[in-house]
């Protein structure tokens, strides 16, 4: 990772984003809006405010399981949010899921800002990249917003479902509007694809907290996969893996390592990581998150991931980390992986069964011990789609897209219902439940008077 010094206003935005709530506070005079491309790449290259992720979906996500034990120690957000409870925050403030990504938003705003006033730079390489950078991370910021904060994408309901509030300036005093659903993820595309022509690398470097084109066209496949617009999703999965495409034989991986991969992988296209300082409960080696037995047991004796992916210490079955390459960090950015497999959905929900079992024998050629991948037999969509499912769960586990993957399957009339027993009382969330949208933390509500989620 690319670790600049941060200048001051990046001292003071990173202070803001962590202590105040970043749609409601008065400005700091300090702040100034900076107009120098080093200033811009200090906030942007600034890992520890802008790659992290929201951790309130994951904790959410049924991929683990906690023991009641485990569970009555943790803090009161963790233990609610675990088990779906209505008052997730009790009264308490401050939320980081809330909080961090509007301060990677803020950064963003005040670099996009600052090049307003580099006008005379608009025909050059330079300040081009710098705004399809800010653009692209203002828009990872908001799609991970959108999947803890507002209802799934519903194209009946989403011009009047709410949405969350879309900032585009630094300035924190101006009034705070939820947008539709429907304008969130406009804005999100609309950002994405100017992104996708500003960004001056194609495919990644070493510095993979830097989003090239094919990032952004991983992203864009991300957001319209949520918003179950399959054409879409397959096309620039299609785009970004015609850019950047290449699979990790997992033969030539370290099972035994507790990091197996390097950040500089040849399948992570773009870095992000969870690592919230008050949520550690399912990170590995703070935390104490169980891999659900039913899903370790589906990973066949011949399937290599069993042993990358998963450490079987003192009897627990743990997650390890990815692609981010840290110890104690759980990997959500954008891999080659994640594409192969959007374009295998999308491509059996459209009915080329042909091409989508052609990407799945791909990737399972290069996640079993050679020669021992049997392809299956499958003669029907339905089947196609099952398997494609079945092994993207196996696949992305625990890295921040299972309860986007729930959210979106049981509109698609999937009927999955989490389930989790804490201290011998059972604990389910119910298909399409107004629980898969979290609430908007007390703070915000009270400071800017927007629409609180509704919870029942």
């Known amino acids: 990772m690319k670790r600049t010094s941060i200048l001051f206003i990046g001292a003071v935005l990173l202070w803001v984003g962590c202590r105040k709530d970043l749609l409601n506070e008065k400005p700091i005079s300090t702040i100034v809006t900076p107009t120098t491309y080093e200033a811009f790449w200090s906030l942007l290259d600034n890992e520890n405010v802008m790659d992290q992720s929201p951790m309130l979906s994951e904790l959410s996500a049924d991929d683990y399981y906690f023991v009641s034990d485990y569970w009555n120690k943790r803090s009161v957000l963790e233990r609610n949010a675990y088990i779906w409870a209505k008052d997730i925050y009790e009264g308490n403030g401050e939320v980081y899921d809330w909080n961090a990504p509007y301060a990677q938003v803020l950064n963003c705003n005040v670099v996009l800002k600052g090049l307003e006033q580099l006008s005379a730079d608009a025909g050059i390489t330079l300040w081009k990249n710098t705004r399809g950078t800010a653009l692209f991370k203002r828009c990872f910021a908001f799609f991970n917003l959108a999947q803890i904060f507002a209802p799934v994408y519903d194209s009946i309901t989403a011009n009047v479902a709410l949405g969350i509030p879309l900032r585009f300036e630094p300035d924190v005093t101006s009034t705070t509007v939820r947008s539709t659903v429907e304008q969130t993820y406009q804005q999100i595309i609309t950002d994405l694809k100017s992104a996708s022509k500003l960004l001056s690398q194609t495919i990644p470097d070493k510095y993979t907290n830097r989003p090239s084109r094919a990032a952004a066209f991983a992203l864009l496949s991300r957001v319209y996969l949520s918003m179950r617009r399959y054409e879409d999703a397959g096309k620039y999965a299609d785009s970004s893996l015609q850019l950047f495409g290449s699979l990790i034989d997992y033969n030539s991986v370290n099972a035994g390592a507790f990091l197996p991969f390097a ?4 399948e992570n296209i773009y870095n992000a990581y969870f690592a919230a300082p008050t949520m550690s409960s399912i990170l590995p080696v703070l935390g104490e998150a169980i891999i659900d037995s039913s899903l370790y047991a589906s990973y066949e004796v011949s399937d290599l991931r069993k042993a ?22 759980l990997y959500t950015g954008l891999a080659v992986d994640e594409m192969v497999l959007n374009r295998a959905e999308c491509n059996a929900r459209l009915h080329y069964t042909e091409k989508a079992m052609d990407d799945m024998n791909w990737l399972m050629r290069n996640r079993y011990v050679n020669n021992l991948w049997p392809p299956p037999a499958l003669s029907t969509v339905e089947e196609v789609l099952k398997f494609i499912l079945t092994e993207r769960r196996k696949e992305l586990v625990m890295r921040g897209l299972r309860w986007i993957d ?23 969330l119910p298909p399409n439940s107004n629980l898969y949208t979290l609430p908007i933390p007390p703070d915000v509500i009270s400071k800017t008077g927007i629409p609180q989620n509704i919870r029942d």
């Open 308 to 329: 990358i992916f998963f450490s079987t210490g003192s009897g627990k079955i743990r997650r390890k980390n990815f692609y981010d390459g840290g110890v104690a960090r």
């Open 406 to 428: 729930l959210r979106r399957l049981n509109m698609e009339g999937a009927k999955i219902e989490p389930i989790r027993i804490i201290n011998g009382n059972i604990h389910k």
């Open 263 to 266: 950040v500089d992988s040849p």
